[in-house]
């Protein structure tokens, strides 16, 4: 799927999508004319267009040198807000340059994402980002010999193969969350996983698991439950965890969604946070601030990832010379209301 970005404005993908409604992937069709939508929801994305004064750029583009002017954005799925936040920090970047944006979603399938790349880098792209790839080993080798611009965002790369990568220090941040929960007295504290496939999702659960043994407390097996990032993988966590014969006091998820989740399964449950349980989350995407109570957790600046991933981008279009670039940008925690001492709690 493509998604065309106007440079002649202010206005974003991101504006247009909000405005009618719909999801990008929607704008997306309708922009490149494909069948599959329905009337109304043509016309709505059309109005959107109009009122906004968005001009998608689909006139016949400058062949020399067999440039598409188009940045190619391969993402797993458009479901939570982590990802909408790093698109509008990619689409904040390239609407500052000549280059156009294509949207493709994966939803959450390998195969997919190896062939959206084939389709994708012969012709259609000039360079590509990709959010979280879970199947790099499929075409990472290809793209290299064919010196094909890519950056990888949220991921650190195939081991001995230097990429441009975009990642923040996820181990971190888990540590000083876990550290966080140990101070406030908790002792027995479950942690959701993220995608184990992934590498931030392995440097979270590293970063707890160190914690924990730093304070010279046991890394219990039954207080870690597989997720993969999403809301309801964190909802069934904590029914888990809650089930237990001596539940947690205390949650760390390895995403907000997946706190989401969490804190509706304890709300179902009949207790309360923070009071019976605490509970964390990892990102800080704007839901996290304004949930009741408000969530507290692990910041990673994700418009900011988008951001930089798209200057490096486009800087190694303009020069190809410019040598890969490994950036690592910082984590914070960001104490809410969702924790506090579990001396209250109904659990003890």
């Not at 206005?11 to 922009?31: C, K």
């Not at 979603?105 to 360079?127: A, I, N, P």
């Not at 001596?246 to 509706?264: E, L, Q």
């Amino acid at each position: 799927m493509a998604l065309e970005n106007s440079n002649s404005n202010n206005i974003t993908i991101v504006d247009v999508a909000r405005e009618a409604g719909v999801s990008f992937s929607t704008v997306s069709r309708v922009v490149n004319n494909y069948k599959h939508v329905k009337p109304d929801t043509r016309e709505r994305v059309e109005a959107a267009m109009k009122k906004l004064g968005y001009v998608a750029n689909l006139k016949a583009r400058s062949l020399a040198g067999g440039r598409s002017q188009v940045i190619g954005m391969l993402i797993y799925e458009l479901e939570t807000s982590y990802t909408v936040e790093i698109v509008r920090g990619v689409d904040a970047e390239i609407s500052k340059s000549d280059y156009d944006l294509m949207l493709s979603t994966t939803h959450k399938r390998k195969r997919k994402e190896s062939t959206y790349v084939t389709q994708l880098t012969q012709g259609m792209v000039d360079g590509l980002l990709f959010v979280l790839p879970r199947n790099l080993e499929a075409y990472t080798w290809d793209l290299d010999q064919k010196r094909f611009p890519y950056v990888l965002i949220d991921h650190p790369g195939m081991d001995n193969r230097e990429s441009n990568t975009i990642t923040v220090t996820n181990w971190q941040g888990a540590y000083d969350a876990t550290q966080y929960l140990i101070e406030l007295g908790h002792r027995r504290i479950g942690f959701i996983t993220g995608f184990v496939e992934i590498a931030s999702a392995q440097e979270r659960l590293a970063g707890y698991q160190t914690a924990i043994r730093d304070n010279g407390l046991f890394v219990d097996p039954e207080l870690i439950c597989k997720g993969d990032f999403l809301e309801e993988s964190g909802y069934e966590a904590a029914q888990k965890f809650l089930n237990l014969e001596k539940p947690p006091t205390a949650i760390f998820a390895s995403s907000d969604a997946s706190a989401f989740g969490a804190m509706r399964a304890i709300n179902e449950a009949g207790y309360h946070v923070p009071r019976d349980v605490s509970l964390i989350g990892f990102d800080d995407v704007p839901e996290a601030s304004y949930m009741r109570p408000t969530l507290t957790t692990v910041r990673q600046p994700l418009r900011e990832m988008g951001q930089v991933a798209t200057h490096m981008l486009v800087e190694r279009l303009d020069d190809p010379t410019i040598p890969p670039a490994q950036v690592e940008l910082p984590t914070k925690l960001i104490i809410r209301d969702s924790c506090q001492s579990p001396e209250d709690s109904k659990l003890l």
